[in-house]
Nanobody, 124 residues
């Protein structure tokens, strides 16, 4: 069974950078597609970024494109989300998720394992 543990969240000011980490256990991360989602108070969970196990193709939500970068370190079985130029609207709980599928990675329903989430708060 895949287990995911996120870390790296915290308080930041607008314009700052943070890097979130998601450690994968129970399966080799390179055989999984990994996604990051976020949920702000009173809002639905939304897609942020994903990286496919097939060719490590990355996809991003328009709201974070050019500012966030998803990557993986196979040796550490860890996936990262580098967040630059943070904005107050990036404030949310960020969740890591995994799936053995390689397609439709922007949809939460294709993921079968989720982490507990890490809070990111960006002040103006």
């Amino acid at each position: 069974q895949v287990q995911l543990v996120e870390s790296g969240g915290g308080l930041a000011q607008a314009g700052d950078s943070l890097r979130l980490s998601c450690v994968v256990s129970g399966r080799t991360a390179s055989t999984l597609s990994m996604g990051w989602f976020r949920q702000a108070p009173g809002k639905e969970r939304e897609f942020v970024a994903a990286i496919s196990w097939r060719g490590s193709i990355a996809v991003y939500a328009d709201s974070v494109k050019g500012r966030f970068t998803i990557s993986r370190d196979s040796a550490k079985n860890t996936v990262y989300l580098r967040m630059n130029s943070l904005k107050p609207e990036d404030t949310a709980v960020y969740y890591c998720a995994s799936t053995p599928q390689a397609f439709r990675l922007t949809y939460a329903g294709v993921y079968d394992s989720w982490g507990q989430g890490t809070q990111v708060t960006v002040s103006s």
